[in-house]
């Protein structure tokens, strides 16, 4: 690959940043939500254009021989920042219906579209300096979504949001400072950069050090046992918010753990060590920790972001086998569970947005008076359940080949294969009923009541592409495969 | 092998067509039920013209692994028989869907995505395959049985796909293991895998885990929970597709399991045999006692796939000389399907016009209508294993191959008594069939009742002719079993890599007619001595009621299921999920109590009053206020610090 010195690479970064602020000032609803689509889309254009040339490298700031803060366009970078920058002009077209029934919509739209800036900044970092700069900027930058309605609820939530948060990126900047020391270089390097001559003696230290960080970046992605943020602060943010916060902000947390793992330690040094196993029994732990208590929650959008909580733990689970088949099972499941995870917000939203309900028993008879919304949903549960031939199935059957893969815990790997099939069960436990309530609401339902309540196209539009994401990725899975193979390829 | 469209079409045309006729159905009902018609026609003409081909076709990298199907003998006749069995419950749902039902289009349209997936696991030519339609096949089906939306059918239809979904779930295990372990979900390859394999153990359990979810589905005991109640609620043609078609997609995982993968392999012939006479006896016993005319049927159903998993266990213990058990489960399985056949819709025939299926309320009603008696009497006989119908073919040949092995065992000098104790039950379960299909015909057609009174045509000429065929069919194999009978198995073999019988079975023969007269005294002395004495009232006018004398604490779903899949065990999950969950939690809190408690919003450490003197001092130099903005500050500062460190 070769590697240019390249302005083009700040433009992802910096364009929602200013377009972010300027829409801050336009008065017009109707302008505004068009012009954040126009930027959204551009942004789209500019990140595949990026991503299909591949090899830019942008130095921002050069502070002295080791450290800089750099932006370098690589196939993992590019591969999440297309999908973030996708699915937040979904979610975006959505909220240019929904937020018509609250309040605040220019500083919604401003954070909006300048986190998408902030989320490419953690794409696209070269180095842990860049990562640890736009991951901590990420969180501040989400924050106003969290606490947007300003209620009591909304303001403790986001704050335990900001406390988790920064609590768990200091867990990782003290890895920072000993990375800086025994690695080569702090630079991402597929394979690792640790300088064996120095670690010599110091392993151990460097696993714990290896462990805090995850656990600090595990924060971001709901792992154990600096997950209690998620469930609060999802559910109060509004539902395009919180559907791009469950779909995407965690899988913020999901790559700088790549980044660590694969890019900085390495799977040799790890592969194998008590860490490793220590990890996947968090993740594991997490799983089944999640669906069950979404499968005790009542509060639809609660109940989706404990769901996030064992989802997102599969991808960790994936990665932390650190095999080939268990980073492409990972990263599928990145992808699939950001397509259905947002859907199901997107319809809980829709739900809201047209009759105010917000508690799954409410939902009965709601397929009867919103079709389109709720067989979208129904899509989505299919695919985080794991039913063929929908995605979920797909990740889930790579993931489960990876855990009964692994050499070395052999028992870990099959428990957690068990433990995925019953997380299954329960996440099935948990949407299933909606979609049966909704649909089937029984023959002493009362159909004289019903009205049609379907939302407008700004909102359905959305859904179904996401939904039909979500079955048509997982029956062609081909394409992406290649991907995420060639991703693999630089790392083991 | 030549890649043949046919396949995908098969699979794939149902679906497409569903679709297409609910989009019709919005607007013209009529035109929407011939269109349903015509799609399934074409299916089964497409299925037919299978036959003789060594049909092969593969969607490579669909959903992972890509799709394989395959077309040749005993999948083509599955195919067959399910085309056929959808054609006519097509044709009969337009009359029996006529009054009284919502929701048509949607019933339309599941019946014909689930016919697509249904031949979607018939035609697979692997488990993975067979596990996405399976899947699929599961969901939909389940929209059938939900129809009518009544409290009883929405318990049951929840019970009907909880069962199936923690079936399909175990399987996919078992699926991920057997893919491990042999690289590989080809059923002929597998087959190899296992036979060379050394160490059968890790086979075996994966194995077994993927029996789970077919065995759900084909609601072996005790994963039978399910079934009599999803075929008593689900409208008649819906039951009809379910224990015709649908319960049997469960039990071609179990032929593909027993037949193929673990080919000649005792062991696991015995596991299936065990299972099979457990369920073939329960399913009798359950049926006895039941008074409702379409849980009779859906107990028979349960029973008769006993009898069928007989077979197939035997197929293993028997290894080389399983001939006869090979003919007599693949035989059974097709009989079955088309006495079924008739029978439900007979059934639906009876609910249609009564709205009842209570035995005693139904009392009466086919006294003076000979054609529905004929059809009924077909179907009744079929099961029953009388000679000249063509259950009794069936039932004869799985009865021989028991006491084939018997045979081998006695030559050997090994002790035969597990096996006659099988050969006796057999023959009882094959007496209680009897006892109660005599019960429901006696019931329905014999005695006087209240509803008698129903006179006149009830069913129009389309209902009378699928089900007249329908019935001829179980007639027709049974008088021609070498011609029909024979032909059927012969094709079906390969599947099974069985060999033909060595010499041609004599049918009717004195040493085979026995087994069927033992089992027809069986039931007559069942029949007169135990449902009339216990099971039946005789009321001060001199006629009958039924009893349902089940006791309601025998019931596993209510009172071991339910409680412990839905209260214990949740209860103990959840108990340790908040428990593990709630630890930092916890631990700030106790940091909020103990250390940064907010008494005036000053940080007061408890035990060291000096080290936080300066804050007694109450409204002094306060610069900022404690909490987040402060914390914040500290922090900016302590990463400016490290910065610094690190620049310089």
Known sequence: MTETSDIIMLIPVLFPILAGIWIRFIKSDKQRSSLVLAVIALEILLVAGIAIKGGYRFTIWQMNDTLSVTLAADALGAFFACMIAVVWLLAGIFSAEYMKHEENV???????????????????????????????MMTLITVPLVIHTQTKEAISAGIKYLGYSVFGAGLALIGFFFLNTYCTTTEFVGGGTLDMTMVAG????????????????GCKAGMLPLHAWLPTAHPVAPSPASAVLSGIITKGGVLAIIRTTYYLFGVDFLKGTWVQQVLLILAMATVFMGSMLAYKEKLLKKRLAYSTVSQVSYVLFGLMLMSPIGFVGALMQVVFH???????????????????????????????????????????????????????????WYLAQGGLAEPTFAATGIAGVAILLISALLTAGYLLPIVLESFFPGDDFDYSTLEKKEPNSLMTVPLIIFSAGAVILGMFSGSLMNIIIEISGVIF | MDMNLMLPFLVFFPMVGGIVGYWLGRNNKKARNLFASAVTAIVLLGCIMLYGKEAYFMIPNFCGLGLQFSGNGFRMVLAVITALVWFFTTIFSDEYFAKNYRNRNRYYLFMLLTLGATLGIFLSADFYTTFVFFEIMTFTSFVLVIHDESKDTIRAAGTYLAVAVTGGLVTLMGLFMLYRIAGTLQIDLLKEAVYHAENKREFYIAGGLTLVGFAAKASVVPLHIWLPEAYRVAPAPASALLACVLTKTGLYGVFALSGAVFFHDANWGMMILIFGVITMLLGAILAVFSVDLKRILACSSLSQIGFIMVGAGMQGILGHHNALAVNGSILHFVNHSFIKLALFMGAGVIYMNTREMNLNKIKGFGKDKPLLKGIFLMGILGIMGVPLWNGYISKTLLHESIVEYIHILQEAGKSATFF????????????????????????????????????????????ATVLTI?????????????????????????????????????????????????????????????????????????????????????????????????????????????????????IIVLLKTYIFNNDDGKVIPPEDAYFSLYSHDAGARSGFREGLAKSLLFFGIGVTIAMLYMLL
């Open chain 2, 420 to 463: 006659r104790t099988v050969e006796v039950l057999f023959l009882f379960a094959g007496g209680l069939t009897v006892a109660y299909m005599t019960k429901l015909f006696v019931a329905v057609f014999v005695e006087d009742g209240e509803s008698a009174k129903y006179k006149g045509k009830y069913m129009n000429s389309a209902s």
């Open chain 1, 106 to 136: 220019p500083r919604f739209f401003m954070f909006y579209t300048m986190t998408l800036g902030v989320l490419m900044g953690v794409c696209f970092s070269a180095n842990l300096l860049t990562l640890y700069l736009f991951y901590e």
């Open chain 1, 202 to 217: 110091s392993e151990n230290l460097l696993l714990w050090v290896y462990f805090i960080m995850m656990i600090g970046f």
């Open chain 2, 470 to 586: 329908s019935a001829a069919i179980c007639l027709l194999c049974g008088i021609l079993p070498h011609q029909i009978q024979d032909t059927i198995a012969e094709i079906s073999r390969g599947f099974f890599f069985a060999e033909a019988p060595e010499h041609v079975v004599h049918y009717f023969s004195w040493v085979n007619l026995q087994g069927a007269i033992i089992s027809i005294c069986t039931g007559a002395v069942v029949y007169l001595f135990f449902i009339r004495k216990c099971l039946m009232k005789k009321e001060a006018d001199g006629s009958y009621t039924y009893l349902n004398r089940w006791p309601n604490e025998l019931n596993l779903e209510n009172k071991v299921y339910r409680p412990v899949f839905l209260t214990i065990l949740p209860f103990l999950g959840a108990l340790v999920a908040r428990s593990v969950g709630s630890i930092v939690e916890g």
């Open chain 1, 338 to 396: 950001a397509i259905a995870k947002n859907t199901l917000f997107l319809s809980a939203g829709a739900i809201i947005y047209k009759t105010g309900k917000t508690y799954v028993q409410q939902l009965k008879g709601m397929g009867k008076q919103m079709p389109i919304v709720m067989w979208c949903f129904t899509i989505a549960s299919l695919s985080l359940v794991g039913i063929p031939p929908t995605s979920g199935f797909v990740s889930k």
